[in-house]
C-alpha cells in the first residue's frame, strides 16, 4: 500500500512519516510532495492508496489540487488547522480529516477507515458536495453523505424525515427509502442540520419540520405526526420550545 503525504511544512511531513513507519513497519511505502504543484506529479507518477492533503500550502490549496485531479481513485484524508466551518463541511461530505496537531490515534483510525475503502468509488461525489459547502459557506447543505459498512448514500437534507438515535449510532429514515444506520451519534448531526431549519424535539429524535404534518395533544407532551405517518415524541423539556416553533413558523 503507498500512502501520499502531501504538506507544505517539513515537520508536518517527518512526523506524520515517523507515524506511519511505526505503526506499519515495512508493509508501506511512503512518499511526500510539498504543494499542489509537486502533489499532483507525485498522484500521476505513483498512483497512491491513500493521499494524506494538506489545506492551506504554498502555492495553493488541497482544494485547488483535487479540482485538477480527474477521477481519483485513491481514498483523501485531508489534514487542517482547527476551523469549525472546514469541520462541518468534512462532515457533510463524509470526507475524513485530522486537525494539526496530528493525534496519532486520530491518524491510525483515519488510515484504518481508508484502508477498509480503497475500492470505494465515491470520492469524486463527496468532493462535489465538500466544494459545495465551502462556495457557500452561509448556506446550509443541500446534500448530506452517509456511510453504513456496505455503502455510501448521497441524500437530499430535503428528503430527510428525522433522525433517531440508537446509543453511538443514528438511524435515518428518508422519504421513499428504507433507513440508514450510520455510525456516529445524533448531536453530530444536530450540528450539521441546524443551518437547515432540523429541531430536537426529544432526547433521541432530531426531525425535519418541512415533514410535520400534525401536532397531537392526546398525550402530556404531544406527539408530531410526519409525513408517511411517522410519529415522533415531543418531551416535557421540549413541549414549550416545539409550541412556540410550529406557532411561529
Do not use: W
Amino acid at each position: 500500500m503507498t500512502v501520499l503525504i502531501i504538506d507544505n511544512e517539513n515537520g508536518i511531513r517527518e512526523t506524520l512519516k515517523e507515524m506511519l513507519q511505526r505503526r506499519r513497519g515495512g508493509t508501506l511505502t511512503i512518499e511526500e510532495a510539498d504543494g499542489v504543484q509537486t502533489g499532483l506529479a507525485k498522484i500521476a507518477s505513483v498512483r497512491p492508496d491513500i493521499v494524506l492533503l494538506d489545506v492551506e500550502m504554498n502555492d495553493g490549496t488541497g482544494f485547488d489540487l483535487m479540482n485538477r485531479v480527474e477521477d481519483p481513485c485513491f481514498q483523501l484524508i485531508f489534514i487542517t488547522a482547527y476551523n469549525q466551518y472546514a469541520v462541518q463541511a468534512f462532515r457533510v461530505s463524509a470526507i475524513d480529516y485530522l486537525l494539526k496537531p496530528i493525534d496519532p490515534a486520530a491518524l491510525d483510525a483515519a488510515l484504518d477507515r481508508a484502508q477498509g475503502k480503497i475500492n470505494n468509488q465515491s470520492l469524486q461525489n463527496q468532493l462535489n458536495i465538500l466544494l459545495q459547502q465551502f462556495s457557500g459557506k452561509n448556506q446550509a447543505p443541500g446534500q448530506i453523505v452517509l456511510k453504513d459498512i456496505d455503502k455510501t448514500y448521497f441524500v437530499r437534507i430535503e428528503d430527510i424525515l428525522y433522525c433517531e438515535a440508537e446509543g453511538s449510532y443514528t438511524k435515518f429514515y428518508i422519504s421513499n427509502s428504507e433507513p440508514i444506520f450510520v455510525s456516529r451519534n445524533l448531536r453530530s448531526y444536530e450540528e450539521l442540520l441546524a443551518p437547515a431549519g432540523f429541531i430536537r424535539t426529544h432526547h433521541s429524535c432530531l426531525v425535519n419540520p418541512a415533514k410535520i404534518r400534525i401536532y397531537d395533544r392526546k398525550t402530556d407532551c404531544g406527539t408530531l405526526v410526519l409525513e408517511g405517518g411517522y410519529t415522533i415524541p415531543v418531551s416535557q423539556r421540549k413541549k414549550d420550545f416545539v409550541i412556540q416553533f410550529l406557532e411561529g413558523r
